[in-house]
Every structure is written in C-alpha cells, then in structure tokens.
C-alpha cells in the first residue's frame, strides 16, 4: 500500500503540517512535483484526510471535560441514529464514539465551569432520545494525546 517513499513524506508531515511541499521534498530527496504528486495521491485514497487547527479549548475558557458513558435502549429500532442526530446538534460536545460491548455510546462534553455542565446535563444532554443509563467521568489530566502515527 505504502512505499518507504511515502511514509518518509507522512513522517515529516506529521512532524510539521505547516511545512510547504517544497521544504517536505528536500526532506524526502525528492523533487517537489513528484511530493505533490505523492500527497495528492495520498489524500485521494483517504490516507491523508487534511490538516486541521488544533484549538486549545482550555485558553477560551472552557475549563470542564467530561465523558459521558451511554447505554441506550435498544427496543427502539432507531435508537443509535436518533441519539447521535440529537448529540451532534450539542456545540459543546467535541466528540461522538460508538462501541460494542456494555456502553454504546461515548460523549465527551466541554464546558466552562461545573454550572454550566450542570445546565448542559440537565437542559441538553438527558433529554437525548433513548437513554438507558448514563455515566459521567469527570476529566482530571491528559497523560497523552497524539494523532501522529508510528509509520
């Protein structure tokens, strides 16, 4: 699928997605029409989804995360779909996760302070469609996160 040719152009793009192709083909001894080429390609297979900002939510104000486990009730035929529409219509939830197993679903919720996620559960998140049972976690610390790849 990929050669050693375009790993070497995903490594150095992770390690800097701000680099212009000119800088990642000196990097790869490659010219840069054929690292253009490679990219394009790339990103028309779906390997390379795009570059994105990454926005520290924290330094906007938003100092809560919580993850909320869901277990839905699955008597209903279009349980899955109707929570996920109505989750994906809360602002301040940053991230919608499926699972098999006991929790169906994953919710993880910004918020400002505890007074604010305390209105958000209340007002937004237990009117979903379909709960079942809900668990909150509060969010401590992050010890890792990366979406670099080991390639």
């Given at each position: 699928?990929?050669?050693?040719?375009?790993?070497?152009?995903?490594?150095?793009?992770?390690?800097?997605?701000?680099?212009?192709?000119?800088?990642?083909?000196?990097?790869?001894?490659?010219?840069?029409?054929?690292?253009?080429?490679?990219?394009?390609k790339l990103s028309a297979?779906?390997?390379?989804k795009g570059q994105h900002?990454?926005?520290?939510?924290?330094?906007?104000?938003?100092?809560?995360?919580?993850?909320?486990?869901?277990?839905?009730?699955?008597?209903?035929?279009?349980?899955?779909?109707?929570?996920?529409?109505?989750?994906?219509?809360?602002?301040?939830?940053?991230?919608?996760?499926?699972?098999?197993?006991r929790v169906d679903l994953?919710?993880?919720?910004?918020?400002?302070?505890?007074?604010?996620?305390?209105?958000?559960?209340?007002?937004?998140?237990?009117?979903?469609?379909?709960?079942?049972?809900?668990?909150?976690?509060?969010?401590?610390?992050?010890?890792?996160?990366?979406?670099?790849?080991?390639?």
């Open positions: 699928m990929l050669d050693d040719a375009d790993r070497r152009l995903l490594r150095y793009l992770q390690s800097d997605p701000t680099a212009p192709v000119s800088d990642l083909a000196e990097r790869c001894a490659m010219q840069p029409a054929t690292a253009a080429r490679r990219l394009e297979k779906g390997i390379l900002a990454v926005i520290d939510w924290t330094k906007l104000g938003f100092a809560v995360e919580v993850s909320l486990r869901f277990t839905l009730d699955k008597t209903a035929p279009r349980a899955f779909d109707e929570f996920q529409d109505a989750a994906r219509l809360i602002p301040e939830v940053i991230a919608i996760q499926t699972f098999l197993g994953r919710l993880s919720v910004i918020a400002r302070d505890m007074t604010h996620y305390q209105s958000l559960y209340r007002n937004q998140i237990l009117t979903l469609p379909h709960i079942a049972e809900v668990e909150a976690l509060m969010h401590v610390a992050t010890i890792k996160t990366t979406e670099t790849l080991p390639i």
